[in-house]
């Protein structure tokens, strides 16, 4: 999967980053309407998924530059679950539109905002996280920058071309009699699943 950088923890400034703004975080990216879902280890992470995914009945998804698809075992436990779950690009392409669940990792967090940032050079990138109805995002916890500024500062240490999402909370619009409308050009709900146990196989 192509990415604008394959080593984002490496950028990160050691003073700037850290469970410490965490509480920060979570509480703007839940002003943003945001769900945001702490947990310790990639098998947390799993089950908290898995709980969602019986809540609303979900039975398609769709997964790219996810990291529990290698520490917690997700396609073993889809499979059981009676699943099917899209990680070829072009399965992504044909299916994203009409899956329950878009799932993807996410480079940090950005305590100022409540945003995530996601290397979305890859058209799947882009796909899973704005057409399903529901993106769950996976974060690590400790991959948090205070503001825009550091988080541009990082940026700008390996941008030369590609694509890079900061994601507020769910899609959301007004630009109709300024009536509020959650979900119209995205998904309705932005679920960030942020574990404190650094995964394998990715930066978050």
């Known amino acids: 999967m192509k990415k604008v950088c394959e080593n984002w923890e ?19 990216a839940s002003a943003a309407s945001a769900e945001v879902i702490r947990v310790k280890t990639p098998s947390d ?19 790219v530059n996810c990291p529990l698809q290698q520490s917690a075992n997700l396609y073993d436990e889809f499979q059981r679950m009676g699943l099917t779950l899209y990680t070829d690009n072009a399965q992504i392409a044909e299916h994203a539109e009409s899956a329950d669940i878009g799932i993807s990792g996410v480079e940090f ?4 905002t409540g945003s995530v940032c996601q290397d979305a050079y890859s058209i799947e990138s882009r796909l899973v996280s704005t057409l399903p ?6 974060l690590n916890s400790n991959n948090i920058l205070p503001g825009i500024k550091e988080a541009f500062d990082v940026i700008s240490q390996v941008f030369q071309h590609g694509y890079i999402s ?35 196989g990715g930066a978050a």
């Open 45 to 63: 992470a799993l089950a908290a998924i898995k709980n969602l995914i019986e809540s609303i009945q979900a039975k398609k998804i769709v997964a």
């Open 109 to 112: 967090g950005i305590a100022e």
């Open 10 to 28: 490496n950028l990160f400034p050691a003073d700037h980053v850290g469970l410490s703004i965490f509480e920060e975080f979570q509480n703007r």
């Open 133 to 138: 109805p529901i993106h769950i995002a996976v």
């Open 166 to 200: 900061f994601i507020t909370g769910p899609s959301r619009t007004a630009d109709i009699e300024r009536v509020l409308t959650i979900g119209v050009h995205g998904p309705s709900r932005l679920i960030i699943i942020a574990i404190d146990q650094a995964t394998a």
